[in-house]
């Protein structure tokens, strides 16, 4: 079994559709720290907003445990101009993204903790008749993750965690001019992590698996339809470093293996027989991050973040359902305690390289296929503004 294709390319948050981000379809900051910080955590133990990243920061908070949640807010569109027209993709932006963890620690030894956010989104609606053929309007999924976790101490300097990643898609929509598709499904993979603190400097790695969600629904409310659809495997690794006693810097890397979104197969339920089918190929992706974090007082800290994400999606099957863009990252964020509980604020904006599709495979080439062919041609542009808003406590 496959991927999606005119059934959507699209995932998102917990209860409501949300924007993608340039990189496929992943929205990588689950927490507001993760905003401010261009989500370069997994090697951070002193944040409790890097818990849904690398959940072995579970280990090194302080107290019995800590609780926290936040509201990522995107505002995210895109648009195409093809023979000197410009058209908007509305995806009824911006859309507010809640997430929520915990952390509880049994002993010096073990600590269990939850986490509940929305790592993947897209939703784009494009007005009827901006392409021809394969006509794509409304494209939008909603997804949730629960991610039970336990953490443990090795000696006193190294943690490791395994647990739970439930993916639940809760509602796929997508419409065309002709068209329209629904249906929902949930799978569960893992998520392992580990992390190393020394005096002045830490290491981190988060792996969490690929999963494949099988997803079941309707075709125009009557046609039995299934899709198997493939969200990727990730892998963050990094090194944070503390300057002085006041700063400190972190660099990750991350692997996204976009590869596994290779093909699309909707197929009948009842019968098997392929509904409609198309070739992605994506790519897998590498994307760097850096965090800085100052110590303005005890109460006030400032965080800044830089990325360069890349773009999985090929030319010569690109496909207006996810215009994938290069981009780079730039983040600013607050943080300010309160006895027990801190509250946080963070802005981080997406600059995107604008992508000049020309390909010359005329429509029919790959059957009722449209992508990398010329009904989608045509330059397109993107931007996104997320705006952050958390708050914790330590307990």
Same mark, same amino acid.
């Given at each position: ?210 999963? *494949?969600?099988?997803?079941? $629904?309707? @075709?125009?409310?009557?046609? /039995?339809?299934?899709? =198997?659809?493939?969200? #990727?495997? !990730? ?64 109460? *006030?800290?400032?965080?800044? $973040?830089? @990325?360069?994400?890349?773009? /999985?999606?090929?030319? =010569?099957?690109?496909? #207006?359902? !996810? ?73």
């Amino acid at each position: 079994m496959r991927r999606t294709q005119t059934l959507l390319p699209v995932l998102i948050s917990l209860l409501t559709a949300s924007p993608a981000h340039a990189g496929g379809f992943r929205l990588p900051d689950v927490s507001a720290v993760g905003v401010a910080v261009a989500n370069a955590l997994v090697a951070n133990p002193v944040e409790d907003g890097a818990i849904p990243v690398n959940p072995a920061a579970m280990s090194f908070q302080p107290g019995n445990g800590v609780i926290g949640g936040g509201l990522m807010i995107i505002d995210f569109g895109t648009e195409v101009t093809r023979t000197g027209t410009t058209v908007k993709s509305d995806s009824n932006t911006p859309i507010p993204i809640p997430s929520f963890y915990l952390s509880r620690k049994l002993d010096d030894t073990w600590s269990v903790g939850l986490n509940i956010n929305a790592p993947f989104g897209l939703a784009t609606r494009w007005p009827a008749n901006t392409f021809a053929a394969a006509d794509p309007t409304l494209s939008r999924i909603k997804l949730v993750n629960i991610n039970p976790n336990v953490a443990a101490m090795i000696g006193d300097k190294t943690s490791v965690s395994v647990g739970l990643a439930h993916y639940r898609i809760t509602d796929i929509v997508q419409d065309s001019s002709t068209n329209f598709m629904r249906g929902s499904g949930d799978e569960t993979g893992y998520h392992l992590g580990v992390m190393h603190v020394e005096d002045g400097w830490s290491l981190g790695a988060s792996y969490r698996s690929q999963i *494949t969600v099988p997803v079941e $629904g309707t @075709l125009n409310t009557v046609l /039995p339809i299934a899709v =198997d659809f493939a969200l #990727p495997e !990730l892998l963050q690794v990094g090194a944070r470093v503390e300057l002085t006693d006041k700063l400190a810097v972190e660099y990750d890397i991350e692997r996204v293996g976009w590869g596994a979104y290779d093909e699309s197969r909707i197929y009948n339920r009842v019968t098997g027989a392929t509904v409609s089918n198309s070739v992605n190929r994506w790519r897998d992706t590498t994307t760097h991050r850096v965090g800085v974090t100052y110590q303005l007082n005890d109460r *006030t800290d400032l965080m800044f $973040g830089y @990325l360069d994400d890349q773009n /999985p999606q090929p030319m =010569d099957r690109f496909s #207006p359902r !996810l215009p994938a863009l290069d981009y780079q990252g730039y983040s600013i964020g607050v943080g300010h305690r309160i006895g027990q509980f801190r509250l946080v604020a963070s802005y981080q904006y997406l600059d995107f390289q604008d992508r000049n599709v020309n390909n010359p495979t005329p429509f029919g080439t790959y059957g009722t296929d449209g992508n990398g062919t010329t009904i989608y041609n045509g330059d397109y542009a993107s931007f996104s503004h997320q705006v952050g808003l958390g708050i914790s406590a330590t307990f």
